[in-house]
């Protein structure tokens, strides 16, 4: 995770939600689909996709942390319904199930999706 005190993230934060425009806003969320994928996917501890969604949350830019998070749910999803369960896929829900709850903390969000 980012630290809050980091002086290049200072510079950068907005205090309010700014637009993003389509053609950026997909390029994001496949970026982001790709750190999960890369970083996540194969033993990572999902440090990298956290830090994308905390950087775009700093910048202002929420849409793209909630996009970053519905595709989190659709893997969750997924995780749930391979059969049989292993431990390597019980790691990974385990990681992608902490990450939805900390992403949506920075969004100041109850749930993990709206």
């Not at 309010?16 to 997909?26: C, F, Q």
């Not at 750190?35 to 033993?43: F, I, P, R, S, V």
């Not at 319904?81 to 385990?94: D, K």
């Amino acid at each position: 995770m980012i630290k809050p005190d980091a002086p290049n993230m200072q510079t950068i934060h907005e205090d309010e939600e700014v637009d993003v425009p389509p053609e950026r806003r997909a390029f994001l969320a496949i970026k982001g689909q790709r750190l999960y994928g890369k970083y996540c996917g194969t033993k990572g501890r999902g440090i990298c996709a956290e830090s994308f969604a905390e950087y775009h949350i700093w910048r202002g830019e929420l849409i793209i942390a909630r996009d970053f998070l519905g595709y989190l749910n659709v893997q969750i999803a997924y995780l749930h319904q391979i059969a049989p369960s292993t431990p390597e896929i019980e790691a990974q829900l385990h990681m992608t199930e902490g990450l939805i709850e900390r992403i949506a903390a920075l969004l100041g969000e109850s749930e993990g999706i709206k």
